[in-house]
């Protein structure tokens, strides 16, 4: 597991060198966003949808779909897992 952890440190290590500090900020800024904003978006459909059956999961990669894609990426988590 330690070597997850020094590729991940690599890979970030290349791509500030590559691209340079400040794009790569903004960046990760922009994705951090659109992460806070699928949680936000699957909070409001595990909130209110219990009502109706329907759950989706929040973890890493359904949040960051949800964020990415918005409500037709979150419409198509509930779908998926409604199925």
């Known amino acids: 597991m ?3 952890w020094g590729a991940g440190t690599l890979i970030t290590v290349l ?3 590559t691209v340079g ?10 994705m951090g966003t659109k992460w ?8 409001i459909v595990n ?6 059956g329907l ?3 929040m973890n890493p990669v359904t949040t960051g779909i949800a964020g990415i894609l918005g409500i037709p990426g979150t419409a198509a988590l509930v779908f998926i897992f409604r199925v």
Request: aromatic fraction near 28%.
């Open 55 to 57: 759950y989706v999961p």
């Open 15 to 17: 791509m500030i060198f």
């Open 21 to 30: 500090i400040v794009p790569f900020l903004k960046w990760m800024w922009r």
């Open 47 to 52: 909130r209110f949808g219990q009502e109706y």
């Open 2 to 4: 330690i070597w997850l």
């Open 36 to 43: 806070i904003v699928g949680l936000g978006l699957l909070f």
